[in-house]
T-cell receptor
Framework: ETGVTQTPRHLVMGMTNKKSLKCEQHLGHNAMYWYKQSAKKPLELMFVYSLEERVENNSVPSRFSPECPNSSHLFLHLHTLQPEDSALYLC?????????????FGPGTRLLVL | DAKTTQPTSMDCAEGRAANLPCNHS???????VYWYRQIHSQGPQYIIHGLKNNETNEMASLIITEDRKSSTLILPHATLRDTAVYYCIVRPHSGNTPLVFGKGTRLSVIA
């Protein structure tokens, strides 16, 4: 138990659906992250939030829309996804968005786009 | 960006020490060495990090060579639950550098 929870753990959606992934951290951290892990590929950073402000967006397609209403919650809104977006989506948090801070990951949401 | 080199896989007998090596010959003075692991179907888990001194916590020990060009993660008494992919990562202590996971070492702990 890392103190970072994600829901749902598994999600199957069609290409026309709209869904949201939720992440919550109970560690009192100020930075939160979304990562994508595809099969046989390294972890890819998608978004970084610091104190509810987005500080990094790694050229992620607009069909992925993050939202950070407060420092404990992070959402990833999904719409009109493609089958190649099927992956494990991981949320992480750290005390601050600086490299020296360790990141604590949630269990991930395994997404399948049909 | 292959800043670290790790063996693809290793085996370790249960109860024995697991020593996972990592080469980072191009590490610069302001870069830390981090270790994470990922157990199958779970998110990555932070293990330990260090700059130049050896570090120890409840999970593992990190031994960094004096020239800082390589390091070894030591799990003192490996259990079956330690079977995972272990990632060695170097990052500067400032700036906005993302956490970049390479291919890591797949450690199999055998009963």
């Amino acid at each position: 138990e890392t103190g970072v929870t994600q829901t749902p753990r598994h999600l199957v959606m069609g290409m026309t659906n709209k869904k949201s992934l939720k992440c919550e951290q109970h560690l009192g951290h100020n930075a939160m992250y979304w990562y994508k892990q595809s099969a046989k590929k390294p972890l890819e950073l998608m978004f970084v939030y610091s104190l509810e402000e987005r500080v990094e967006n790694n050229s992620v397609p607009s069909r992925f829309s993050p939202e950070c209403p407060n420092s404990s919650h992070l959402f990833l809104h999904l719409h009109t996804l493609q089958p190649e977006d099927s992956a494990l989506y991981l949320c992480a948090s750290s005390q601050a968005p600086t490299p020296i801070e360790a990141q604590y990951f949630g269990p991930g949401t395994r997404l399948l786009v049909l | 960006d292959a800043k670290t080199t790790q063996p693809t896989s290793m085996d370790c007998a249960e109860g024995r020490a697991a020593n996972l090596p990592c080469n980072h010959s191009t590490i610069s003075g302001n870069e830390y060495v981090y270790w994470y692991r990922q157990i199958h179907s779970q998110g990555p888990q932070y293990i330990i990090h260090g700059l130049k001194n050896n570090e120890t916590n409840e999970m593992a020990s990190l031994i960094i060579t004096e020239d800082r060009k390589s390091s070894t993660l030591i799990l003192p008494h490996a259990t079956l639950r330690d079977t995972a992919v272990y990632y060695c990562i170097v990052r500067p202590h400032s700036g906005n550098t993302p956490l970049v996971f390479g291919k890591g070492t797949r450690l199999s702990v055998i009963a």
